[in-house]
């Protein structure tokens, strides 16, 4: 599995930013796929993600500005993220999960990306 992030950078308050991940093997692979933050001296915590039956998750802290979309012709993820704010600063971070069985045992074998920097600074 890779998962391969672009965009992020500097972004102003107010503002906007999109971040991309481009996923192999393909989307439709995946049990889940979408968005982790980290930000300094805080635990990795979900932004977005789509979940097992086309349903998405968001983090309170990005209802209404942040929106999750995946393209299967494209095999990509991206997070749109509007109305920036200075504590949206964090390493973000593609996730995707994959579900297997074995006898009566379920795993979540987890991957993720190597994350890109988001800073949100006038």
């Known amino acids: 599995v890779q998962l391969v992030e672009s965009g992020g950078g500097l972004g102003q308050p107010g503002g906007s930013l999109r971040l991309s991940c481009a996923t192999s093997?393909?989307?439709?692979?995946?049990?889940?796929v979408g968005w982790y933050r980290q930000a300094p001296g805080n635990q990795r915590e979900l932004v977005a993600t789509?979940?097992?039956?086309?349903?998405?998750n968001y983090a309170d802290s990005a209802k209404g500005r942040f929106t999750v979309s995946r393209d299967y012709s494209k095999n990509t993820v991206d997070l749109q993220m509007n109305s920036l704010k200075p504590e949206d600063t964090a390493v973000y971070y593609c996730?995707?999960?994959?579900?297997?069985?074995?006898?009566?045992?379920?795993?979540?074998?987890?991957?993720w990306g190597q994350g890109t920097q988001v800073t949100v600074s006038s």
């Open positions: 996730y995707a999960l994959i579900v297997t069985n074995k006898g009566w045992k379920r795993y979540n074998n987890e991957y």
């Open positions: 093997p393909s989307i439709g692979s995946f049990n889940a």
């Open positions: 789509f979940t097992d039956g086309g349903r998405t």
